[in-house]
């Protein structure tokens, strides 16, 4: 999954340097190998505090993410972890964050990043700001505010794309 969102990242911002973690030298050197220009980082808490955007996409099930990391005006995006039992960021991520999903109703219920939060009484259901159903609510309203974007992935990302050709083809 790295190799893809190194390549869509490269297209939505060409100027920018790209550093990767990973759990393992092994991974990290192949990785390095596939894409010279990439820095490697040994240490994962340097390289989410040096950061304008992270990524995770991992299968993690503790999360690796801290909110005691975060920096003003940071971005994160969380594309891994799609289980209940799975997280990539803590708590203090989530509480920190201004917080995005593809679908409210395929992350909040089943996905271990919104679940656990709001089972425990930590974030309530108006902490996630909005889905891809309300476009225009996916906006910074200020430069130092961090954000948060937790994809749950799924078929049910075909079935929105659809649905929007749908409804804008139903209006044109």
């Known amino acids: 999954v790295g190799h893809s969102l190194l390549a869509a990242y490269s297209v939505a911002f060409p100027d920018a340097h790209f550093t990767v973690w990973n759990r393992s030298a092994k991974g990290a050197d192949a990785f390095a190998a596939a894409h010279p220009e990439v820095a490697i980082a040994s240490d994962l808490e340097n390289a989410v505090r040096t950061a304008d955007i992270v990524t995770s996409a991992t299968m993690s099930t503790a999360p690796l993410i801290h909110g005691d990391w975060l920096k003003p005006g940071q971005h994160i995006d969380l594309i891994g972890a799609y289980r209940p039992d799975m997280r990539e960021a803590d708590d ?12 409210r109703h395929t992350t909040m219920a089943h996905i271990g990043e919104l679940k656990s939060p709001l089972d425990a009484g930590i974030i309530g259901p108006d902490h996630i700001i909005a889905d891809y159903y309300d476009l225009p609510s996916f906006q910074r309203h200020d430069p130092d505010e961090i954000t948060l974007f937790k994809n749950g992935g799924g078929a049910h990302l075909d079935l929105m794309t659809a649905d929007y050709i749908m409804r804008a083809a139903a209006h044109a």
């Open 92 to 103: 203090a991520a989530i509480l920190k964050s201004r917080v995005f999903v593809d679908n």
